[in-house]
């Protein structure tokens, strides 16, 4: 179930991304359209100027022969179109079949139709030359006008601003003419294109010769925000399903903290059982010998039974130690008598306690405390105890092979410090675990060795007590050749 959430969440979220940079990019495309048509509507309202341009200078050129030669043309046809209106008109013509001699004769109207036929031929063959000289010079000589004048940057700019308004873009812009040899001719004030993506460019006066063909670049400085604009709806629903994603998967997180510290709990509980049987167990026999009276009257028999419920009640007594270690790290200070104490003699007196557990497996433990200067202050119990999980996680990661053999030093690397070492000849560790083995609840591997118990809070006591103290500790360690472990804690001025 978990699983199926997951996906259909990942796959929510990977639609909405694609969703929205499909918007994006049809916003992109939609805006480089826009721009686009704009910038050519442009181009070609300049090249009609262009041609207005020279239509008006030679049309200015001949206006006067052309004045001269229509009034000629004109002359002997509006004699006959008057003799037509007087024979025309609606006065009352005589009844006679006598012939006036002044109204013209059929041959007078053909050859005023044919005189008209001509002048309007001419007429047309004038204009055709005319726009035909205009096109000629255009061709020729449209280029060897200065570009200043042929896109004057006011027009341009007056022209830009209404055809992108009119195409619904009311951004502000920046443009520039550029000509392909010589580079920038002119350019607005903010016209800084940060990357040639930014830039829109569309040829002027493509007619022209390559080495005077000038393009118009246009930029919009806020072309990021428009696109985000509108597309920004789609933000929020985005964001909450970010949220709902980080909160799934911190949910499945504490879920499986939850699992984990269970699981933790579990084996806690199993683990102390037993260690709390055993010593019960051996403190009950001893009591019931303790009854008999042949053990109270041989001394002997007193004394080892003594014996045992002594060491028995201090096992006991380390076991209920190690269970009050656990609220320690749920506490954000820790309640410390902090006391000035000899680390010489508190470390010998560890030794002492734990030298009969090293000899059980023929080993031993060689002491080497040469520190000139050992007093520090700490909390004795939560001191002895570091030293004695030390020592403990020697024994329990033993190799099988060989006897144990654990050495304890304390020297004065400073005037204001003492440093530490407890090393053994162990199944040490890999480098990677040497990373994590101050971590709460973590436990190296120990692979085919099964009698090893604990909870995985023995070196991460360790490591809150030490740095409690003002001091610092760190291992160093080879697989199947022991591990060494340097704590290094300020003396007591």
């Not at 040497?434 to 120990?446: A, C, D, G, P």
């Not at 604990?454 to 199947?480: D, P, Q, R, T, W």
């Amino acid at each position: 179930m978990t699983v199926v959430m997951a996906i259909a969440l990942l796959g929510l979220l990977a639609m909405q991304i694609v969703y929205l940079e499909k918007m994006v990019a049809m916003r992109n495309s939609q805006f480089s359209e826009i721009v686009m048509r704009s910038l050519y509507s442009v181009s070609t309202m300049l090249e009609q100027n262009e041609t207005k341009y020279f239509l008006d200078k030679d049309l200015a050129e001949a206006e006067q022969t052309y004045s001269g030669i229509s009034q000629n043309s004109f002359s002997f046809s509006d004699r006959h179109e008057a003799a037509i209106d007087t024979t025309f008109s609606g006065e009352e013509q005589p009844t006679s079949n006598v012939r006036p001699a002044n109204l013209p004769t059929l041959k007078d109207l053909n050859d005023t139709y044919q005189h008209k036929q001509e002048i309007l031929k001419g007429q047309y063959l004038y204009q055709k030359s005319l726009l035909n000289e205009v096109i000629l010079t255009i061709l020729n000589h449209s280029s060897d006008r200065p570009i200043q004048e042929r896109a004057d940057s006011a027009t341009v700019a007056s022209y830009l601003r209404s055809e992108l308004e009119y195409n619904g873009l009311t951004l502000p812009f920046e443009f520039a003419i550029v000509n392909r040899t010589t580079g920038v001719v002119y350019k607005t004030n903010g016209y800084s294109p940060m990357s040639q993506q930014d830039v829109y460019s569309q040829a002027l006066f493509p007619n022209d010769p390559k080495s005077k063909q000038y393009t118009l670049n246009i930029t919009f400085p806020n072309k990021s925000d428009y696109i985000f604009s509108s597309v920004k709806f789609l933000v929020p629903s985005l964001a909450f399903t970010f949220l709902l994603l980080g909160v799934f998967l911190y949910t499945i997180s504490i879920a499986f903290k939850q699992k984990k510290l269970s699981e933790i709990k579990n084996d806690f509980i199993n683990n102390m059982t037993h260690e709390f049987k055993t010593p019960i167990s051996s403190i009950s026999i001893a009591a019931q010998m303790l009854n008999d009276d042949s053990v109270r009257k041989s001394p002997e028999m007193l004394k080892h039974v003594s014996s045992v419920i002594n060491d028995e009640t201090k096992r006991l007594r380390f076991q209920v130690e190690k269970v009050l270690q656990l609220s320690l790290f749920d506490r954000k200070n820790a309640t410390m008598r902090l006391e000035e104490e000899d680390a010489n003699a508190n470390i010998y007196s560890v030794i002492n306690t734990f030298k009969l557990k090293v000899e059980k497996y023929g080993g031993h433990i060689d002491a080497d405390l040469e520190a000139e200067d050992p007093i520090i202050k700490v909390d004795k119990m939560h001191f002895t105890n570091v030293i004695f999980n030390l020592l403990d996680n020697a024994v329990k990661y033993r190799r099988e092979d060989v006897p144990p053999v654990l050495k304890v030093s304390t020297v004065n690397p400073d005037e204001d410090h003492i440093q530490i070492t407890v090393q053994d000849n162990g199944i040490g560790m890999k480098r990677e675990d040497l990373k994590k083995i101050f971590e709460k609840f973590y436990r190296v591997s120990t692979g085919n060795l099964h009698d090893v118990k604990g909870f995985g809070l023995g070196l991460a006591y360790v490591s809150k007590m030490i740095e409690l103290f003002g001091g610092s500790i760190h291992a160093e360690s080879e697989l199947n050749k022991g591990s060494k472990f340097i704590i290094t804690l300020p003396l007591y001025k």
